[in-house]
């Protein structure tokens, strides 16, 4: 199908002019800083680096602030698609540095979609002015968990309040010290349809009964804010802090997933660009058997098939952004999933074509190139595996009417 896509606003334009110089300027010069912080403190310390809060307090003064919301930044998701890429040329800081890190920012879109007045003022208030941060709890360890409706949590109605008993992992940013609320899915209705048991709750991290237990790593690479064991038991909280309706949380879950998904897509293209910008570096400096590199000619080869696959994915990406703009998530759905299998696998090529050309300096943490790929394994994993939205995709195209019947 063509699409045919609209020019960028001049305000999209001048915000990625400006996010260049920050970039540039601000964010690229602090990874040294943020990298010497932790590994002073030690990889299991999960307190924020303070030159990340330096950030913060530049990207507001520059108006790169919550450029994820359309209601706070006027921008399309096509327009913040570029602005986001660029954030992921160094995902550790500068998304964050912009409020525009995951899980919050899926978070904050599920609170400004259906959060009552008196939720927002609580909570979405402070996560968009970056003074807190949230976590989103649906995985479970004892159940697949890529499949939502397996979830076991319960979540029981006793008068006035919900009594929660779960455990969740992976809970991204749990073991942050900012980190003040959950997102919890669990089950309210066991007897209801399959996907009306689910409801979302609000959680306030020092209800009692809540603990934060042992964090994971990522390939060996500890993330500054965890993706740690999270328990639930007899938790209680007021039925005012239900999120959405009753029995709505598979439905929201998947309203949370879809700009969530797309957004860290966006970003991802931002580490294939990098990598590729680090590879075409190194094998211009680089001199083995008598010529650079770059005078090899598999090498040229792997810098070119890298090109061609950034820009493929990046115009998939590009292309599910316009149709969530102009027709909705629901119509992107499938695009969507095009976009957040082929992407990640796009990424992950181009930076081990880079790690490959870095030879031994490659694997080591002296280029970003090893914790980039961790990542982006990984995210082959979260916001649903390849295999979820492979068979999405094909069930759709088994069902599509044929343009010929042959
Ligand atoms: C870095 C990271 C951060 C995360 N952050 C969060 C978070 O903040 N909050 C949260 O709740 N969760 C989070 N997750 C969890 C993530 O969403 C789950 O790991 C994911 O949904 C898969 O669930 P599972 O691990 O239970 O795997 P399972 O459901 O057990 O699936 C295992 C494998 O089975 C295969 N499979 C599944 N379905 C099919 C199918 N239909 N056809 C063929 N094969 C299939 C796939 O290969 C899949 O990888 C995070 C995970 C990672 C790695």
């Not at 999960?46 to 003064?61: F, I, M, N, Q």
């Not at 400004?112 to 939720?119: M, V, Y």
Request: with cysteine.
């Amino acid at each position: 199908m063509y699409v045919a896509m609209p020019e960028p606003s001049e305000r999209a334009l001048d915000l990625h002019a400006r996010l260049v110089e920050f970039m540039r300027d601000e964010v690229f010069p602090a990874e040294a800083s943020y990298a010497a912080y932790r590994v002073e403190k030690g990889e299991h310390d999960t307190t924020l680096p303070p030159v990340v809060e330096e950030l913060k307090a530049s990207a507001k003064a520059r108006g790169l602030w919550n450029l994820f919301l359309p209601s706070e930044s006027g921008l399309t998701q096509l327009e913040y698609a570029p602005l986001a890429e660029l954030s992921g040329w160094s995902n550790e800081i500068a998304p964050e540095a912009m409020n525009c890190q995951a899980p919050d920012t899926g978070n904050m879109e599920l609170l400004h979609l259906i959060g009552t007045a008196e939720q927002k003022e609580r909570w979405l208030t402070p996560l968009l002015a970056g003074d807190i941060r949230s976590g989103f709890a649906m995985t479970e360890p004892a159940v697949a968990s890529s499949d939502a409706t397996n979830i076991e949590t319960s979540i029981v109605r006793d008068g006035d309040e919900y009594v929660i008993n779960g455990r969740k992992w992976f809970t991204s940013g749990a073991s942050d010290p900012r980190c003040e609320l959950f997102i919890l899915m669990g089950k309210t209705d066991p007897s209801a349809a399959t996907h009306r048991q689910q409801s979302m709750v609000l959680v306030p991290r020092d209800t009692p009964g809540v603990t934060v237990g042992r964090n994971v790593p990522v390939f060996g690479h500890w993330d500054q804010h965890g993706h740690p064991v999270t328990e639930f038991n007899d938790v209680r909280v007021p039925v005012t802090n239900l999120l959405g309706e009753e029995g709505g949380g598979f439905a929201a879950a998947q309203a949370r997933l879809g700009p969530g998904r797309i957004h860290h897509v966006m970003r991802a293209l931002g580490a294939g660009e990098r990598a590729l910008a680090l590879m075409v570096k190194r094998v211009q400096e680089r001199v083995a058997f008598g010529k650079t590199l770059a005078e090899q000619g598999a090498v040229k080869e792997r810098i070119a098939e890298s090109r061609i696959e950034l820009d493929q994915a990046r115009a998939l990406c590009h292309q599910a952004a316009h149709v969530i703009d102009s027709q909705g998530n629901k119509a992107a759905r499938h695009l969507v999933a095009e976009a957040k299998v082929a992407v990640p696998r796009a990424v992950l090529a181009v930076i081990d074509r880079a790690i490959q050309v870095h030879g031994g300096m490659g694997v080591t943490d002296d280029v970003p190139l090893a914790a980039m790929w961790g990542w982006h394994r990984a995210m082959r994993l979260f916001d649903g595996p390849d295999e979820v939205h492979l068979t999405t995709l094909a069930r759709a195209e088994l069902g599509r009417e044929p343009l010929f019947r042959f």
